[in-house]
C-alpha cells in the first residue's frame, strides 16, 4: 500500500509563487494516476491537476490553467505542483491523491477515482 506526504505549502503574496510537492512511500505500483486537490474554508473539495506516474499530459481545472504546473521526477517518483501568479482564491488546503492505474496515462482529477490520501497542506494567499 502506498503512503503520501504533501510538502511546499506556507504563504505567499498575490502574484507569487509556491511548489508543493507529493511524494509517495511503501508499495509502488507500475503506474497511478496522481492528483492535487484543494479544499478552501466552507467550500467543496476541487480538482486542480492530474498526471500519470510514468509518461503522459497533464490535466488542469480551468481555474488554475495556465498558472499552475504539474509535473513527474521519475528518479523519485515524486510528483510536483507548481503554483505562479498565485491569487487569494488559491487558499486552501492541498491535498494529493493516487490511485493504481495500469495502462492509463491520461488522468483526471475526480475526487472519487481516488483512495489514497495524504494528509494536505496549507497554501495562504494574502497581502
Known amino acids: 500500500q502506498v503512503q503520501l506526504a504533501e510538502s511546499g505549502g506556507g504563504s505567499a503574496q498575490p502574484g507569487g509563487s509556491l511548489r508543493l510537492s507529493c511524494s509517495p512511500s511503501?508499495?509502488?505500483?507500475?503506474?497511478?494516476?496522481v492528483a492535487w486537490f484543494r479544499q478552501a474554508p466552507g467550500k467543496a473539495r476541487e480538482g486542480v491537476a492530474a498526471i500519470a506516474s510514468t509518461y503522459g499530459g497533464p490535466y488542469y481545472a480551468d481555474s488554475v490553467k495556465p498558472r499552475f504546473t504539474i509535473s513527474r521526477d521519475e528518479g523519485t517518483n515524486t510528483i510536483h505542483l507548481q503554483m505562479n501568479d498565485l491569487k487569494a482564491e488559491d487558499t486552501g488546503t492541498y491535498y494529493c491523491?493516487?490511485?493504481?492505474?495500469?495502462?492509463?496515462?491520461?488522468?483526471?482529477?475526480?475526487?472519487?477515482?481516488?483512495?489514497?490520501w495524504g494528509q494536505g497542506t496549507q497554501v495562504t494567499v494574502s497581502s
Open positions: 511503501g508499495y509502488i505500483y507500475e503506474n497511478y494516476c
Open positions: 491523491a493516487a490511485e493504481p492505474r495500469p495502462g492509463q496515462h491520461y488522468c483526471r482529477a475526480v475526487e472519487a477515482g481516488y483512495r489514497t
